[in-house]
Nanobody, 120 residues
């Protein structure tokens, strides 16, 4: 089993920055990549950024150029640095792990989410 715990969300003014963290525990050697998704009320969950174990990154369109995903394999932790935040970035941000390196169990693990609110 893999457990994911997000932290770092909160209230920030437009134009501000936040750094989210996601710590993975359990069978972490099954993780192929980790990613950040977000979901606002009434909207579908969307990819923000993803990073593989070998440090290949992929970014969704909505925050491309305004965020950077990094990982620390030794700490089993992934980070999302968000800058120039806008009100439309307000959402619950979820950490995701692709467990493709294990032939057993679920394909994905999800954290509980951390609320990011961008408002004056």
């Amino acid at each position: 089993q893999v457990q994911l715990v997000e932290s770092g969300g909160g209230l920030v003014q437009p134009g501000g920055s936040l750094r989210l963290s996601c710590a993975a525990s359990g069978s972490t050697n099954s993780i192929f990549l980790m990613a950040w998704y977000r979901q606002a009320p009434g909207k579908q969950r969307e990819l923000v950024a993803a990073v593989t174990r070998t440090n290949i990154t992929n970014y969704g369109e909505s925050m491309k150029g305004r965020c950077t995903i990094t990982r620390d394999n030794a700490k089993n932790t992934v980070y999302l640095q968000m800058n120039s935040l806008k009100s439309e970035d307000t959402a619950v941000y979820f950490c995701n792990a692709d467990l493709s390196l294990s032939p057993y169990g679920p394909r994905f693990a999800w954290g509980q989410g951390t609320q990011v609110t961008v408002s004056s």
